[in-house]
């Protein structure tokens, strides 16, 4: 499985993915999921919100438990973010068969959509709208860096984005959701597997600096009214005023207009993706951040605008659920597992305020994601199948 979808949307200058929602490579990353649940006589479906479902047992009885993650990828992003979770779904169902383990209880393996938001800017789009958290209409109207509306390239793709919105027939079928992700930093340490035990609450916001467009080699310093040294200062800012804060605070992306290098901007737009151990110090952050903004504004004779685009709170696992795969780890293993919390943003964490949640972690040893050089080794990724296996095992199968 891992060797077929290794290919698919890679870009052979970066050697990382693009496989972004609704384009090309999330098309054929979708019809490999299709052909991995239908290969295996499993109920292939898609739902209201576009993401895939592969069924074993009866989709409609209700207490199902459902394992997966996401395919679609950051720009540049490393193969393991989001896919080896959903191989390892698929691994664990062919590893249950062949212990001879029958469920008790339906078991789904699913792919959700857009979980990285990076082509229309919010992450989490499938289970955000199936959870409703986030409007349809606000999801139909975002569009790509190319204009480009989600309902448009939906609709483009054969789905129909009228129909998205809160699924709660789907959530009442779900009585818990394990998701498998590879480690985004070193904190396991030595152990190939851990367990999650929260997710730092994170947001995302774009910070619009309105400045005056001028000649770059005519144009007094005095005389200008420029964005860019704005935006400057509050990158600069965000590093410093997190520095050991126990928060983090990023611009990652950035858009300029009109974008000529002989030309002073006229608007500087740039994203901030922040993240804390609690709301109060990531409030404090994002807060730090827009002061030192305005300040460079006003210094610069620039307008700075702040919208938020995104807000996660605290994410908690459901305990007892969380305690039983740390358990089921621990019997197959003989070792301690380790329980720690992630700033990273997944799927299980927008499903959480929902169903129960929780979530396994498998090793990677560099620390390195959102990058072509995120790696796992082959036995890590092994174990965290296996590990997947068992807490299934455990949870729809006894």
Known sequence: MWRELLPVGRYGATGGYRRHAWNGADAECRAWFEEQARSRGLAYEVDRNGNQWAWWGDPGAGDAVVTGSHLDSVPDGGAYDGPLGVVSSFAAVDALRGRGARPVRPLAVVNFGDEEGARFGVACTGSRLTTGVLAPERARALTDADGVRLADAMERAGHDPAALGRDDDRLTRIGAFVELHVEQGR????????????????????????????????????????????????????????????????????????????????????????????????????????????????????????????????????????????????????????????????????????????????RNPTGVSHSPAESAEESDCLAGAAALADVLEELACR
């Open 187 to 362: 904190a396991l340490g030595d152990h190939p597997v851990g367990v999650a035990s929260a997710i730092w609450p994170h947001g995302r916001w774009r910070f619009d600096f309105h400045g005056e467009a001028n000649h770059a080699g005519t144009t007094r310093p005095e005389d200008r009214r420029d964005p860019m040294a704005a935006y400057a200062g509050a990158v600069l800012a965000a590093r410093e005023h997190t520095r050991g804060g126990g928060a983090l605070a990023t611009f990652g992306r950035v858009a300029v207009e009109p974008n000529g290098t002989n030309a002073i901007a006229s608007l500087v737009r740039g994203w901030l993706d922040s993240r804390a151990a609690d709301e109060p110090a990531l409030e404090d952050a994002v807060a730090a951040v827009r002061r030192a903004a305005e300040e460079h504004a006003a210094r610069e004779g620039v307008r700075v605008e702040v919208a938020r685009e995104s807000y996660t709170p605290v994410v908690s696992f459901d305990v007892p659920l969380r305690d039983r795969l740390a358990a089921a780890v621990r019997a197959a293993t003989g070792r301690e597992v380790p329980v720690l919390p992630t700033g990273a943003g997944h799927d299980a964490g927008i499903l959480s305020a929902a169903v129960p949640t929780a979530m396994l972690f498998v």
